[in-house]
């Protein structure tokens, strides 16, 4: 992502096809999804609202299906990432209610303290 001729961020998206089994098929039906697996603004340059900008631009782009024709597009974030969840929010994500082990790929325990490493699942109908 660039502001102008600078760098300001990075993007990276994918598309997957779902097994029925998927959380995301079994709980919405959607057969396909683009993945935002990767969404940073450098530091220097965040607060200055680049990263709606920048959202809403990647979603545009998702949107003419550059890969294939999906269902959704899919992310997740830390927990305890309160600027992360105002921004999804932002341009429409809803949390799926998939919570898991950020660091191992398991469900997450409820009872476990250390929620930084509790991951959210968030989900945008196209």
Same mark, same amino acid.
């Given at each position: 992502?660039?502001?102008?001729?600078?760098? #300001? &961020?990075?993007?990276? #998206?994918?598309?997957?096809? $779902?097994? /029925?089994?998927?959380? $995301?098929?079994?709980?919405?039906?959607?057969?396909? @999804?683009?993945?935002?697996?990767?969404?940073? #603004?450098?530091?220097?340059?965040?607060?200055?609202?680049?990263?709606?900008?920048?959202?809403?631009?990647?979603?545009?782009?998702?949107?003419?299906?550059?890969? &294939?024709?999906?269902?959704?597009?899919?992310?997740?974030?830390?927990?305890?990432?309160?600027?992360?969840?105002? $921004?999804?929010?932002?341009?429409?994500?809803?949390? @799926?209610?998939? #919570?898991?082990?950020?660091?191992?790929?398991?469900?997450?325990?409820? /009872?476990?303290?250390?929620?930084?490493?509790?991951?959210?699942?968030?989900?945008?109908? $196209?």
């Amino acid at each position: 992502m660039c502001n102008y001729d600078e760098v #300001i &961020g990075y993007v990276d #998206i994918g598309f997957f096809e $779902l097994a /029925e089994s998927a959380f $995301l098929c079994e709980k919405y039906g959607d057969k396909s @999804t683009y993945g935002i697996n990767r969404f940073m #603004i450098d530091k220097k340059h965040q607060g200055k609202g680049f990263g709606k900008q920048a959202m809403i631009k990647v979603i545009d782009y998702i949107k003419s299906f550059p890969q &294939g024709k999906a269902d959704a597009v899919a992310t997740s974030y830390w927990m305890v990432n309160e600027v992360a969840r105002k $921004l999804f929010a932002y341009v429409g994500f809803v949390e @799926t209610g998939a #919570i898991w082990d950020g660091q191992t790929g398991y469900n997450w325990n409820a /009872e476990r303290k250390d929620i930084e490493y509790a991951e959210v699942g968030a989900r945008l109908g $196209l």
